[in-house]
Each structure stands twice: as C-alpha cells, then as structure tokens.
C-alpha cells in the first residue's frame, strides 16, 4: 500500500489498557464510556508508489504525518553511525 490514511494504531492501546484497568477493579463493561479516535494519520509509502511508477504530489507529502522513504533515510542514517 503506498497511501495509508487513519487511526494512529498505538494511540488504540491506551484505552485499551484504561478499560481493562477498570474491568480488573470491578467496572461493569457496560458503564465504560466509548472512546473513539480524534486524530487520523496520513502515510505515504514512496518506495511502493515508486515502484507502481505512481507520482505523489509534493503538497500531499509535506501534510504527511509518516513518509517511509524519509523513515528509511534516517534509520539507514543512524545505523550507519552505529555499527553493531
């Protein structure tokens, strides 16, 4: 998928972490309020797109909030002062 646009999947453990709390302590399922998502994310996966030979405007990869070509740069960048 070179295009991804939705919920922030770690900001989902949180709440989960919260109900099951309150579960353990006694709290009826039932009483829980539900908690929905107030931010979504946009990734843009240019390696992909690439190689599909699909062309992302630059005003969509400027507004992204995870770009996987900019992540491999920098994790190749790091690693590279690293060495393990």
């Known amino acids: 998928m070179s ?3 939705g919920v922030n999947l770690d900001w989902c453990f949180h709440p989960a972490a ?3 709390d309150k579960i353990l302590k006694g709290a009826k399922p039932a009483d829980l309020p539900v908690e929905f998502p107030t ?3 946009l990734w843009i996966n240019q390696k992909t797109a690439k190689a599909l030979g699909l062309k992302i405007p630059s005003t969509l990869l400027v507004r992204a909030d995870k770009n996987h070509h900019a992540i491999a740069a920098a994790l190749n960048a ?3 002062k690293n060495p393990t």
């Open 39 to 41: 931010e979504l994310e």
């Open 18 to 20: 919260y109900y099951v």
């Open 78 to 80: 790091s690693s590279s």
């Open 3 to 5: 295009i991804r646009y």
